[in-house]
Each structure stands twice: as C-alpha cells, then as structure tokens.
C-alpha cells in the first residue's frame, strides 16, 4: 500500500532558500534518482513526513509523491536531518524508484518466543544485529524480518543464512553474520572476607614519588645556593 505525500517545487537551493522555506512552516527537500537528469529542491509538510518516519515501515514505506504541476512519482526517503535540540525536521532526500527494477534497503530484525536457553538454562539472548540488508522490488519491502528463538539452547546462534527467506526478497547482508545467540551472563565477581577485610584496614600509601622530586628540586636549590657563596 503506497502513503501520499504532497509536495510544492521551491525556487533553488541554498541555506537561504532553506530558512525560508522553514520560516514558512515546510521542511526543504531534494528529490533525485531516477531516469530524471539533475535533482528538484522541494518542500513538504513536516506532519505529514513524520507521520510516515514514525510509522511501522519507516524510511522504507513507498511514498507517491504528488508535486504540484508534475504529477505523481513513487519514491523512498533516503535520509533526514532533525534538530538535536528541537528534534525539528531540517531536511529530506527523497530518492524516485522505477517499480520493476529491484532496489537495496535495510530492514529490522524481530525476534518472538523465549528461548529454551534462557527458560531452562539460565542463559540471555544477545542481538548482534538488527538490521540486514535485503533485495527486492519497490512494492515488496517488508516492513521487518521476524525470527523465532524460542527452540535456541544455551550456545546457540542464528545467522543471516538460517532465517526463512521469501521468494519476494532475498538477503544481501553476509550469510555468516550472526543476528541473534544465547549466552550465559557474566558472573559478577564476589569479594571474599579475606578481601573486604584487608580493604577496610588498609592505610593509603604516601606519595613517595612526589616527596622524593620534592627533596631532589630542594637539593638541587642548596647546591645553587652553595655556588653563589
């Protein structure tokens, strides 16, 4: 299902044109890619982008882009830049796909269930990745690629190459690259009394060190005082 995103052309680019566009309640984009020559500076509505950023695809949703006088173009949001401050959208790349030639996007890994290693051995699972990157067509991106860990032992991992691929995508992200594995937690060292004991009754050490570049800077202030005489 595609998401509608109107947008407006702007006069040009620049940091002034930029304010402007800002000063007017819009973000300032850029669309490119494509069979189309050159890039557009555009703008939008910072709602309605959030509103699609903030969804469950994400960067990935397949937006139908309706720029006045220039009918509609399918494209994906490249990338965005918001305010660390005011977590104000700045600006958005917009890039034109052609929907029947495949494209490259990364994806979040989801993971269900409890893992036998962590239920009955005492284990926790650790993500290693959670993201891959697959190949597909514009209007087969899945909004995730769910895993399930609930049969995984103490020890256990799963990698790209064991999760249950569709016939719709495949996997570009390494074969061996470890997603998810159980492992045992770290056990925290506990001191003995012997320790505790030797800790509580242990008196600082004088800084010899710096009392012997004292006596030595001394020292040497005597001998300049010696020749003098």
């Known amino acids: 299902m595609e998401t509608i995103l109107e947008a407006t052309t702007r006069e040009t680019f620049g940091k002034n044109e930029a304010r402007r566009i800002r000063r007017e309640g ?12 050159g890039a557009t500076p555009i703008a939008v509505q910072p709602r309605a982008l959030l509103k699609i950023l903030h969804s469950e695809s994400g960067q990935n949703t397949l937006i139908s882009l309706k720029l006045a006088g220039a009918g509609d173009t399918r494209v994906l949001v490249k990338d965005f830049q918001v305010d660390p401050v005011t977590h104000h959208l700045l600006h958005a790349d917009f890039y034109r796909v052609a929907m029947d030639k495949l494209i490259q996007v990364t994806i979040p890994v989801t993971v269900h269930g409890e893992p036998k290693g ?39 991992g799963i990698r790209v190459r064991d999760i249950a691929t569709d016939p719709k995508w495949k996997p570009v ?17 506990v001191p003995t009394p012997e320790v505790t004991a030797a800790a509580a009754t242990a008196t600082p050490a004088e800084p010899e060190v710096i009392k012997k570049g004292k006596k030595e800077e001394e020292g040497e202030e005597k001998e300049k005082e010696e020749k003098k005489k």
């Open 26 to 37: 819009k973000v300032p984009a850029v669309l490119y890619g494509g069979d189309s020559k």
């Open 118 to 156: 962590v239920k009955q051995q005492g284990g926790i699972l650790e993500f290693i990745r959670r993201e891959i990157v697959i190949e597909c067509l514009p209007g087969d991106i899945p909004e995730h690629v769910d895993i399930d860990v609930s049969e995984m032992m103490l020890h256990q």
């Open 173 to 189: 992200t390494e074969g061996d690259a470890m997603l998810v594995h159980v492992i045992m937690p770290k056990a925290e060292e």
